[in-house]
């Protein structure tokens, strides 16, 4: 199994700029979240996803879209960049039941925005 | 959420075990304890979790105090390769939206 794969590793845009960030899992799990870590924090929910349809927001979504029209994949849309985006994004996955522990964090797409 | 309480930073020399601690004194009873670890901005990798037992596995043991409000993630024998940021988060486990990781404990292994 790869796991949680993110593409790119490494993006530089403009401000206004849109782009997606992709993502993807091949272990099957219902649940599927994005994730921005800035210099010196701690990581922070922008949108989740319970299954193939279903998505809804995290602690931070604002200029984020998300989508999932299937089980592997869940991309992150950047509507238009700022200069606030500037970010590393991890996605993770896990199964999404009573039971599930552990979630699987993908190596991280650092975005940077001038 | 509960929410947790880590000291900013940690040293440990290599060899010798690392006690790394957490304050969750408004855990409530379905909620687990989860420690994760970043190293080196990597993503977050798990590492053990814990209701009111216990645990150990391959990589870490972890230690709930009996009233729940808090806990410590042992390294037995701390080596270079766990220097890292560590994250305690409480959730319950199926609830995976309650993921908050805050600031964590960077914890620096000596030689």
């Known amino acids: 199994n790869a796991g949680v794969t993110q593409t790119p590793k490494f993006q530089v845009l403009k401000t206004g700029q849109s782009m997606t960030l992709q993502c993807a899992q091949d272990m099957n799990h219902e649940y599927m979240s994005w994730y921005r870590q800035d210099p010196g924090m701690g990581l922070r929910l922008i949108h989740y996803?319970?299954?193939?349809?279903?998505?809804d927001q995290g602690e931070v979504p604002n200029g984020y879209n998300v989508s999932r029209s299937t089980t592997e994949d869940f991309p992150l849309r950047l509507l238009s960049a700022a200069p606030s985006q500037t970010s590393v994004y991890f996605c993770a996955s896990s199964y999404s039941r009573q039971g599930s522990y552990e979630q699987y964090f993908g190596p991280g797409t650092r975005l940077t925005v001038t | 959420d509960a929410k947790t309480t880590q000291p900013p930073s940690m040293d440990c020399a290599e060899g010798r075990a690392a006690n790394l601690p957490c304050n969750h004194s408004?855990?409530?009873?379905?909620?687990?304890v989860y420690w994760y670890r970043q190293i080196h901005s990597q993503g977050p990798q798990y590492i053990i979790h814990g209701l009111k037992n216990n645990e150990t596995n391959e990589m870490a043991s972890l230690i709930i105090t009996e009233d729940r409000k808090s806990s410590t993630l042992i390294l037995p024998h701390a080596t270079l390769r766990d220097t890292a940021v560590y994250y305690c988060i409480v959730r319950v486990p199926y609830n995976n939206n309650d993921m908050r990781f805050g600031a964590g404990t960077r914890l620096t292994v000596k030689p």
């Open positions: 408004t855990i409530s009873g379905n909620e687990y």
């Open positions: 996803s319970v299954g193939a349809g279903i998505t």
